[in-house]
Every structure is written in C-alpha cells, then in structure tokens.
C-alpha cells in the first residue's frame, strides 16, 4: 500500500491499484447484512451497537490525538471482524478497543499507549490478557493483514489528477512554446 501512494503512476492506474487492493479488504456482505437485520434485543449485534462502538473509537483517537488515518483503520478492522464473526454485544468493547490498539500499533509511531492504559480510559471491565487473546483472535481472523485502504487513501488522487491535466495540457505547451 505504501508503495503504491508512493509513486507517481498515472491517476487512472493509481486509482485502479487502490481499487484492487480495496476490494481485498472489504467487509463480507452476508456478515454486514447480519448485522443490518439484527433485532436489538442485547443477544446480537445490530448497526446501532456499531455506531457506538465506532463513536468511542473517535473518542479515544481524539483523546490521544491520534491521526484520522488510525481512526479510519480502526472502523475498517472492526467493520471487516464483524463481518466474519459473530460476537456477543457484550464483548464489543474489547474488540473495539483491540481494533484500536492494532490501528494505533499500524500507523503511529510514536507514543503507542499501554494496553493497561487504554483498558482505564475506556473504562472497560476486561483484562490485558483478555485484550491479548481478542487481538490474537481478530488478527487471524483477518488472516493479518492489517493496512487497508482507507477514505485517506483516495483523497489525493483527484488532486494528483487535476496536476497531471495541468502539466500535460497546459504547462509543457506552454514550455514548448518558450523553449
């Protein structure tokens, strides 16, 4: 993924590459439509849950003034986990809270805060040895691959676009035509 936003490949072959690569990481449909028709009843998890879950991973990245890079990671790994595994609601803190400290071990590098220190911030009720066996357990059920595209990835790319129609049909005419 580094490599690719890297270069300076045509917007068209960026675009495709970052595409592919998307399409590898994307969540299951038929694990987001469990999810979608989930009754909220606190015996499965509904979109509601997710939310909340995913409003508390903006907390945290805040709090710790993270990047919106960790933030967008982080809702990938625990949107593409919700999509293989069924979870109990229960047990969402801790895999929220593991899909932050994976994201936030991925793409900071500095300042990589203590599992013990996430557990009292987020005031969760669970172990650093239960945070251990949930990463253990969300990192091979994404078969370890962690860096995924995000929304940040794409960004750039019209900018780079627009640069290009600006160097080739507008700024080398005009060079030619001085030169």
């Known amino acids: 993924l580094q490599e690719l936003l890297t270069t300076s490949k045509p917007f068209a072959v960026q675009l495709k590459a970052l595409m592919d690569?998307?399409?590898?990481?994307?969540?299951?449909?038929?694990?987001?439509?469990?999810i979608e028709s989930a009754q909220d009843n606190n015996l499965r998890m509904t979109t509601r849950l997710r939310e909340l879950e995913v409003k508390d991973l903006l907390s945290l990245t805040r709090f710790f003034?993270?990047?919106?890079?960790?933030?967008?990671?982080?809702?990938?790994?625990?949107?593409r986990f919700l999509s293989v595994m069924k979870i109990q609601p229960k047990h969402l803190s801790c895999v929220g809270l593991c899909c932050f400290y994976i994201a936030v071990k991925s793409s900071e590098e500095k300042n990589v805060p203590l599992a013990?220190?996430?557990?009292?911030?987020?005031q969760n009720r669970f172990t650093v040895s239960d945070m251990i066996r949930m990463e253990k357990n969300?990192?091979?059920?994404?078969?370890?691959?962690?860096?995924?595209?995000?929304?940040?990835?794409f960004l750039p790319l019209p900018w780079e676009c627009s640069l290009e129609f600006v160097q080739h049909f507008i700024l080398f005419p005009c060079l030619e035509r001085f030169c």
């Open 21 to 34: 690569l998307e399409g590898r990481y994307q969540p299951t449909l038929s694990g987001l439509r469990l």
């Open 65 to 79: 003034g993270f990047s919106s890079e960790t933030f967008l990671l982080a809702t990938s790994l625990l949107d």
């Open 116 to 122: 013990s220190d996430l557990i009292r911030i987020s």
């Open 138 to 153: 969300i990192m091979e059920k994404l078969y370890w691959k962690v860096k995924a595209p995000t929304s940040l990835h």
